[in-house]
């Protein structure tokens, strides 16, 4: 079983940036494929940026490609989301999800681990 801890979400102003980070209980999650997904007030969930097991390979929604970043953090044990540049309509609880799959799914339904999610909320 894999549990995973979002933190690093709050607060911020329009053109803010914040980092988020997901941290797993195994010490093989570079072994997983990671996600982020977010879920606006009053919205479905959707896929942010993902990014490949024992890879580098990313993918992004078209509406943050540019401003944030998925990365895994050494030595292995977390993936990060570095968001820059952030609006308002960026405001939305973010979930870290893993699966073991070699390529990253572009929906919530193909990844078997989620944590409970930070919320993120951008404010003038």
């Known amino acids: 079983q894999v549990q995973l801890v979002e933190s690093g979400g709050g607060v911020v102003r329009p053109g803010d940036s914040l980092r988020l980070s997901c941290a797993a209980s195994i010490p093989t999650f570079v072994r997983y494929s990671v996600a982020w997904f977010r879920q606006p007030p009053g919205k479905e969930r959707e896929l942010v940026a993902a990014?490949?097991?024992?890879?580098?390979?990313?993918v992004y929604a078209g509406s943050v490609k540019g401003r944030f970043t998925i990365s895994r953090d050494n030595p292995g044990d977390a993936v990060s989301l570095q968001m820059n540049s952030l609006k308002p309509d960026d405001t939305a609880i973010y979930y870290c999800a893993a699966d073991e799959r070699y390529n990253p799914a572009d929906s919530s339904a193909g990844y078997t681990y989620w944590g409970r999610g930070t919320q993120v909320t951008v404010s003038a």
């Open positions: 990014i490949r097991m024992a890879g580098r390979k990313t």
